[in-house]
């Protein structure tokens, strides 16, 4: 408790020295054209932020080997120094120069699955700096699929450290126009590419350790992972443990707007909430896997299954806190429903905290 009262003070501490260091900058929309990607590089290089697409969610890139570039990352997201950066890499090569061991595991992951919307922690060479990595010993490593990132990564010339371009706590972009909402004014520039596919950050494995262990759920299950490794990987919290408990969690991804969870698929709880919280005064919203079993009520879907519930979350997750003042979310993933794929424990995870644990 005395601990973390006082790293918390710290972090405040940093930030607000740091904060004072915030220009506002006119951002630059910039396309991938030939001449545009040079610019974004140009920028990596000088020492400045830029965002760019990504197949997961929209980047805030900065140079990896230059410690006051990474440093402004934290200052233009308001985000506390504990919380490490992955860096992003266009060839395999580029691996060796930043990890400073490849176990056998690491070597499978990255030959059969790399580039993919997964993150690799590994042991870290000293080139990677503490601010990087929150002063850890081990460093996050991703290769992402989307072409764009890697031609926007390839011009950048050096490893790019970037967390989700969000303010921190907010839902992730995943269009350039989100990353203009929360980031105009606070960096050089954005790539201005196409919508992510995936939605969801990446999976974070981590190598470092003696088991692998699934730190973050993403597109990439834990169950692929297992059986492509030959050894079970677990995956760190299991997210579907009813804790309810708002406010003393953590909170990330979250609406400006109150949200709950719902995880049975039970349409008669869900009325009855909507209800309740209309007869409140309320203008609540239902978020649901199927739309149509709640008529006259307002409800928005999810999508078909697991994969498209990822790629519009986020976004959906912004539009409803902008046209309603309560969201009801219900997502019940077992049973062999549609929404039982790759992709479910991540989806659960960003609503679980996304609504703070407050699970109806
Ligand atoms: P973001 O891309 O904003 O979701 O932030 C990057 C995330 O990557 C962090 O919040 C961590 O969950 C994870 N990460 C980065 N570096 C490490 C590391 N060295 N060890 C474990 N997790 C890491
Ligand atoms: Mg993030």
Redo the contacts with the bound molecule.
Sequence with gaps: MNFYFISYNFILFTNLFLCDKIIVVKTRYLKFTESDLHTAGELIRAGELVGFPTET?Y?LGADALNESAVRKTYVAKG?PSD????VHIFDKSQIYDVASDVSPLAQIVIERVMPAPI?V?LP?KPVIKGIV??G?P???IRMPQSDEARRFLRAAATPVS???ANISGRP?PTTWQRVKEDMDGKIAAVLCGEPCKVGI??T?L?L?RDEPVV??PGAISAEFLSELLGVEVKVLTDPSSKVNSPGVRYKHYAPNVPMVLELDGDADKLCAFYDARLAEGYKPVLWVQRPMLFGGRRAVGMGANDMEAAANLFETMRMLEARYNYIIASFCWRGGTSFDGPASRGVLDRLMRACGHNII
């Design positions: 969610v980047g985000r919380n490490p950066l992955i993150t922690v870290k990595t929150a850890l081990s460093v996050a970037a967390p989700s992730s950050e990446s974070v981590d470092s730190l973050r």
